[in-house]
């Protein structure tokens, strides 16, 4: 069983800055991908921004240039700096990861249980 551990939301005031983390921990799993997902209330979950083991990252139109994924490997954890925060940015964000359990060869997709992040106008 993977588990992640959200960490590094709250408030903020518009333009400011937030860095989220995640860790994944368990034993006998592959991590192939990362990534980060939003709720706002009312909207559905969408992704933000996702990276690969090889450091090949994605990212929703909407942060381009204000919001940036990272990952060390060795640690299991990706970090999402987000700068220049706008109102609409505000949700619970969730970390997700995929990737292969070696006891029976089996993908796996875990998520995080949320971290609130709300910007003031």
């Known amino acids: 069983q993977v588990q992640l551990v959200e960490s590094g939301g709250g408030l903020v005031q518009a333009g400011g800055s937030l860095m989220l983390s995640c860790a994944a921990s368990?034993?006998?799993?592959?991590?192939?991908?990362m990534g980060w997902y939003r709720q706002a209330p009312g909207k559905q979950r969408e992704l933000v921004a996702a990276?690969?083991?090889?450091?090949?990252?994605n990212y929703a139109d909407s942060v381009k240039g204000r919001f940036t994924i990272s990952r060390d490997n060795a640690k299991n954890t990706v970090y999402l700096q987000m700068n220049s925060l706008k109102p609409e940015d505000a949700a619970v964000y969730y970390c997700n990861a995929k990737g292969i359990l070696h006891l029976g060869i089996k993908d796996f997709a875990s998520w995080g249980q949320g971290t609130q992040v709300t910007v003031s106008s």
């Open positions: 368990g034993s006998g799993f592959s991590i192939d991908a």
């Open positions: 990276i690969t083991t090889r450091g090949s990252t």
